[in-house]
């Protein structure tokens, strides 16, 4: 382990709202680390969209949400990010899963470069694609040089079949 970054080579991230698990990363050109994932709020009962900026040595964020944590919350329902993209603009797209239809369907999140929610984009910073109703969830994001973004993942079918699946968005 690297005893430069933190001080002992580790760090544990914790929520004041309850557990959290982390699924993607990116690094800035500023060395800064972006991990993207899900946190528990237990005062609504779901999981949010949680997205959490490091120093290149494994200490937070200050200037970014707050204490280096941010978060979109599912209002009531679950929701995680997977995958993340630094824009050219300096803002995080998150794809990863929302279960707010009944059925997981693809989610992307957007926040502004000091971690707030980017409320221009999509529905209150919330974009969801529905592939056939049933449970969708996107695993992989990366934005093409048009500026456009295409998240992969699966697409599960009335009777349990999953596909491939893959959405692009515009800018």
């Given at each position: 382990?690297?005893?430069?970054?933190?001080?002992?080579g580790?760090?544990?991230?914790?929520f004041?709202?309850?557990?959290?698990?982390a699924?993607?990363?990116l690094?800035?050109?500023?060395?800064k680390?972006?991990?993207?994932?899900?946190?528990q709020?237990?005062?609504?009962?779901?999981?949010?969209?949680?997205?959490?900026?490091?120093?290149?040595?494994?200490?937070g964020?200050?200037?970014?949400?707050t204490?280096?944590?941010?978060?979109?919350?599912?209002?009531?329902?679950d929701?995680?990010?997977?995958?993340?993209?630094?824009?050219?603009?300096?803002?995080?797209?998150?794809?990863?899963?929302?279960?707010a239809?009944?059925?997981?369907?693809f989610?992307?999140?957007?926040?502004?470069?000091?971690?707030?929610?980017?409320?221009s984009?999509g529905?209150?910073?919330?974009?969801?694609?529905?592939?056939?109703?049933?449970?969708?969830q996107?695993?992989?994001?990366?934005?093409?040089?048009?500026?456009?973004?295409?998240?992969?993942?699966?697409?599960r079918?009335?009777?349990?079949?999953?596909?491939m699946?893959?959405a692009?968005?515009?800018?």
């Amino acid at each position: 382990l690297d005893p430069s970054f933190s001080t002992d080579g580790v760090v544990a991230v914790g929520f004041a709202f309850g557990p959290g698990a982390a699924y993607g990363l990116l690094q800035q050109p500023d060395g800064k680390l972006v991990i993207t994932g899900t946190g528990q709020n237990t005062r609504a009962g779901d999981y949010d969209i949680v997205v959490v900026r490091l120093n290149s040595d494994g200490s937070g964020d200050l200037g970014f949400g707050t204490g280096g944590i941010a978060s979109l919350s599912g209002g009531g329902f679950d929701e995680f990010g997977s995958a993340i993209v630094r824009q050219a603009d300096g803002k995080l797209l998150v794809a990863g899963g929302s279960d707010a239809n009944r059925g997981y369907d693809f989610a992307f999140a957007r926040f502004n470069a000091d971690g707030t929610v980017d409320t221009s984009f999509g529905s209150g910073g919330r974009l969801l694609v529905d592939f056939a109703g049933h449970d969708d969830q996107a695993n992989a994001l990366l934005q093409q040089a048009d500026g456009a973004i295409v998240a992969v993942g699966f697409a599960r079918d009335a009777a349990g079949i999953s596909s491939m699946a893959a959405a692009r968005i515009t800018a």
